[in-house]
């Protein structure tokens, strides 16, 4: 046998190691395969030739089919083509992108704001850039990967606190501040988690890390355009609770409500400065296509406008009446999980939905903890009042007894 290996190859021996990996993944359920969508027309999906009313996507004002979106794209392609052909320091920046972080900044009661190609680059790029060897980054435990992958690769000391565990965060700032008065200590949150829907305790944050002199990162890409005050909803939770002038960096994505594509990051004119001066992922990579921003500019419109206010409205109402109905508590999101614990329960609570004509996926490990395995509910507001009852009588009748916690 240690001659047969002997005998291969580096990319067979490597290929060898990865085929094991994923025979484990897929003897502890944990094996993905993505769904290939031929069609999708609001919350209607058609795979594999059959039709699905979806509960899975981050669409949560039903803005990536808003016709608005398309007309915005189609207009500003002539001009500058579909991509951007270069990074934002060279030919990459137009009219489109610029005005979209104006914009984006007056939203968010911000100095500047700095686009990047997505969500995940906004925030590995500002962590990685801002914070140094010598840093202390502390993260809420159930922080998303980006968060997670910036503060690793910030090379900073990393603290993890509990899940929105006040107390916790409170130890580690009191660490850390001990370490030196000078350090620069920075405080990771989501404002809406993205896996299981709640909320940080953002006043109670915001206090801490003033109190010990720390800097503030929010990550609201759950939370624009569902939570925020009325017709302020790109404000998210932080403008929502008033604390824009609080928050030291605010990212987030136009991927989710916004309906398009991108990430950004809102914060002083010094700071975003310094992230173009210095961020890599904005540096070297190609500028988002110019239509993508022209639709996203149209989705941060419709958001702000009456009509915006009613598609919030609407997702809230349809939020309360899944809630009311599956969860029997309030929620403070649109997302609501459904949790089985068991990777196989989880997946079979998927498979039966989508016998019946619903699509939700199993979120597992390392997505979620092991064992906490779940249906990831999304509401949006293209839902109708019709489809989420047929939907929630459907869950109750076949497997609400299996939810071991929400
Ligand atoms: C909490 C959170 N942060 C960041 C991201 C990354 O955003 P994007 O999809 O634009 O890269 C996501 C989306 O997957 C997310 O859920």
Not at 92 to 118: D, I, M, R, V, Y
Not at 361 to 371: D, E, G, M, N, Q
Request: charged share 20%; with cysteine; aromatic share 8%.
């Amino acid at each position: 046998m240690n001659d047969l290996l002997e005998e291969l190859s580096s990319s067979q021996k490597l290929e060898q190691q990865l085929l094991k990996e994923l025979y484990e993944l897929k003897k502890k359920n944990l094996w993905r395969s993505p769904p290939l969508i031929e069609k999708v027309s609001g919350v209607h999906l058609l795979i594999d030739g059959s039709n699905y009313c979806h509960f899975a996507s981050n669409d949560y004002l039903g803005l990536s089919n808003h016709a608005a979106l398309g007309e915005a794209a189609q207009k500003v392609a002539p001009y500058f083509g579909y991509g951007a052909t270069a990074s934002r320091l060279l030919l990459g920046n137009t009219k489109e992108h610029q005005l979209l972080e104006e914009e984006l900044a007056e939203s968010k009661q911000c100095e500047a704001a700095l686009l990047f190609p997505s969500g995940f680059a906004a925030a590995t790029g500002t962590i990685t850039t801002l914070m140094k060897r010598e840093s202390v980054i502390i993260l809420d435990k159930l922080a998303h990967a980006s968060l997670i992958d910036g503060a690793r690769a910030s090379k900073a000391i990393i603290r993890v606190f509990r899940h929105n565990d006040i107390n916790h965060l409170e130890e580690h700032l009191r660490w850390a501040r001990a370490l030196s008065p000078k350090r620069d200590i920075l405080v990771v949150t989501e404002s809406v988690f993205s896996m299981d829907g709640d909320i940080a305790p953002l006043h109670e944050i915001v206090d801490l890390k003033d109190r010990y002199g720390a800097l503030l990162f929010v990550d609201e890409a759950h939370a624009l355009g569902v939570r925020g005050k009325p017709y302020h909803r790109l404000g998210g939770l932080v403008g929502e609770l008033g604390l824009s002038d609080r928050v030291d960096l605010q990212m987030g994505t136009l991927s989710k409500a916004v309906g398009a594509a991108g990430g950004y990051l809102c914060a002083s004119r010094i700071i975003v400065d310094y992230l173009l001066h210095h961020a890599r992922n904005f540096i070297y990579t190609t500028a988002a296509p110019p239509p993508l921003i022209a639709a996203a500019r149209a989705g941060v419109r419709i958001i702000n406008s009456e009509e915006g206010e009613f598609l919030a409205l609407k997702l809230w109402k349809n939020i309360h009446q899944l809630t009311t109905a599956l969860l029997k508590k309030k929620a403070s999101s649109a997302i609501l999980p459904l949790i089985f614990g068991e990777e196989e329960k989880a997946l079979l609570a998927a498979s039966l939905l989508r016998q019946a004509g619903y699509w939700v996926p199993a979120i597992r490990y390392p997505t979620v903890a092991r064992k906490k395995a779940r249906l990831r509910i999304t509401m949006t507001a293209a839902h109708t009042e019709e489809e989420i009852k047929c939907f929630t009588q459907y869950c109750q009748l076949h497997f609400l007894g299996n939810v071991n916690s929400q």
